[in-house]
T-cell receptor, first 112, second 115 residues
């Protein structure tokens, strides 16, 4: 059974710092992995989607990497801003069905 | 392009009462999902529709939860009777296959509090 873990559960850093969020999964036979952002009172917004054949994806100040063999993905945020404060969730999609399996998220606070 | 719409945004009910949530997906999206997200956890899939047919409802507590998607567009999720542990945010998402990948778009959610 696939399990997705995100550590730490919460992270607070000063504005301007670069930071890395971690996601690990137990079954490496994934179809893809996605990173989402969730703001309080709002739904989830897809940030980056990495196909199983890819190693990384970039969007602006965000870079997500995928290492299937070790069951890990990282989300790198460069030059953090207070507006980056949110909960970041990763989710994997397995090969045989389209259900997303989610981590519990990392709550990120960027201090001005 | 309009996003996924959900209503109501908030609902407070007493245990054993009934409640219904509504979702309007992005136009043209064939697949619709209902998730339950308990505070501090990731979303849990309750039910997945492909057009108006059910693809996966294995985690739907069928003794109290029901969902329908008439005409393959809007969907309603109902809880009857509600329990305290049903307090959560209920998220609706829709997807359209893009390059072989089903990228999901989420609505703002309905926050349910059961007292």
């Amino acid at each position: 059974k696939q399990e997705v873990t995100q550590i730490p559960a919460a992270l607070s850093v000063p504005e301007g710092e670069n930071l890395v969020l971690n996601c690990s999964f137990t079954d490496s036979a994934i179809y893809n992995l996605q990173w989402f952002r969730q703001d309080p009172g709002k739904g989830l917004t897809s940030l980056l989607l990495i196909q199983s054949s890819q190693r990384e994806q970039t969007s602006g100040r965000l870079n997500a990497s995928l290492d299937k063999s070790s069951g890990r993905s990282t989300l790198y945020i460069a030059a953090s801003q207070p507006g980056d404060s949110a909960t970041y969730l990763c989710a994997v999609q397995m090969d045989s069905n389209y259900q997303l399996i989610w981590g519990a998220g990392t709550k990120l606070i960027i201090k001005p | 392009e309009a996003g996924v719409a959900q209503s109501p945004r908030y609902k407070i009910i007493e245990k054993r009462q009934s409640v219904a949530f509504w979702c309007n997906p992005i136009s043209g999206h064939a697949t619709l999902y209902w998730y339950q997200q308990i505070l501090g956890q990731g979303p849990k899939l309750l039910i997945q529709f492909q057009n108006n047919g059910v693809v996966d409802d294995s985690q739907l507590p069928k003794d109290r939860f029901s969902a329908e998607r008439l005409k393959g567009v809007d969907s309603t999720l109902k809880i009857q009777p509600a329990k305290l542990e049903d307090s959560a945010v209920y998220l609706c998402a829709s997807s359209l296959e893009t390059g072989g990948t089903y990228e999901q778009y989420f609505g703002p959610g309905t926050r349910l509090t059961v007292t």
